[in-house]
């Protein structure tokens, strides 16, 4: 049997519907989850919930303690992982408000404590991250999306960067030819741990702003937010329809 978690992103660090059944401090060899974990009913499918920034929203991305996250997660018997983020849109088709269950990513970020495989005494090991995202989950949600009547883009490419500030202009442009369709800063080294510990993972991103040199003037939080308040809702609703 499968069981999902949620890894709510900036905008989702509450699940409303979410019958909390109780609340979990696991402890890892990794130190502490951004939070306690929660378990739970979300209309009626049994859920694990933890924001990723912390319950406050207090821990910056290149901050977040990733490999404790995902552990902390597989130990509370989650074996799928849906993680939720807000991103700017670089390419077209990705402008403010979209929707999006990427299928790939390209990872820029840096000093990231990125794999459990580097202990003296854990063999050298290097997963298959050809396809980075699990193709079972991605379908779960371009389902759901179809079945809430929300347009969706069902695939782009994630460009992960260090943050926590924006980007220039011309690493957008950089990015833009790389094959970057939307820039987040929290997918890795998040997809690849989930991996590393055998879990399906997938990716619903929201764009909240366009990326830096996509449009005139500078991104303003204002802005994201107003997409942000607006668009998690529409996830929380695309959440409510996964079958698990
Ligand atoms: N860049 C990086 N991360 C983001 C952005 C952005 O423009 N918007 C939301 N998260």
């Known amino acids: 049997m499968s069981k999902i978690a949620i890894i709510g992103g900036s905008g989702l660090t509450r ?21 306690a974990i929660a378990e739970g009913y979300f209309d009626g499918v049994p859920v694990i919930f933890l924001p990723r920034h912390g319950a406050g929203h207090v821990i910056p991305p290149h901050k977040v303690n990733y490999r404790a996250n ?9 074996t799928d992982i849906i993680a939720v983020n807000a991103v700017g849109g670089i390419s077209k088709r ?10 790939q990513l390209v990872d820029y970020t840096y000093n990231r404590e990125n794999t459990y495989f580097d202990g003296e005494d854990s063999p050298v090991t290097h997963i298959d991250f050809t396809e980075p995202y699990c193709e079972s989950l991605r379908q779960k949600l371009i389902h759901a999306c179809d079945f809430c009547k929300f347009t969706v883009v069902p695939e782009g490419v994630y460009g992960v960067t260090q943050g926590p500030r924006l980007e220039t202009a011309a690493e957008i442009r950089r990015m833009e030819n790389d094959g970057c369709d939307i820039v987040g ?24 702003n366009w990326a830096a040199g996509k449009t005139s003037g500078p991104i303003t939080m204002k802005d994201i937010e ?19």
Not at 15 to 35: K, M, N
Not at 94 to 103: N, R, Y
Request: aromatic share 4%; net charge negative; hydrophobic share 45%.
């Open 15 to 35: 699940l409303h519907a979410l019958e909390i059944e109780r609340h979990e401090i696991v402890s890892t060899p990794y130190g502490e989850s951004s939070a």
């Open 185 to 208: 800063m929290t997918a890795m080294p998040e997809a690849a741990l989930a991996r590393e510990l055998d879990m399906c993972y997938a990716n619903l991103s929201l764009v909240v």
């Open 70 to 78: 995902i552990w902390a997660l597989k130990e509370s018997g989650a």
């Open 226 to 244: 107003a997409n942000l308040e607006q668009g998690m809702t529409r996830v929380r609703t695309i959440i409510g329809a996964i079958k698990p």
């Open 94 to 103: 990705f402008g403010p408000k979209v929707v999006c269950v990427p299928d």
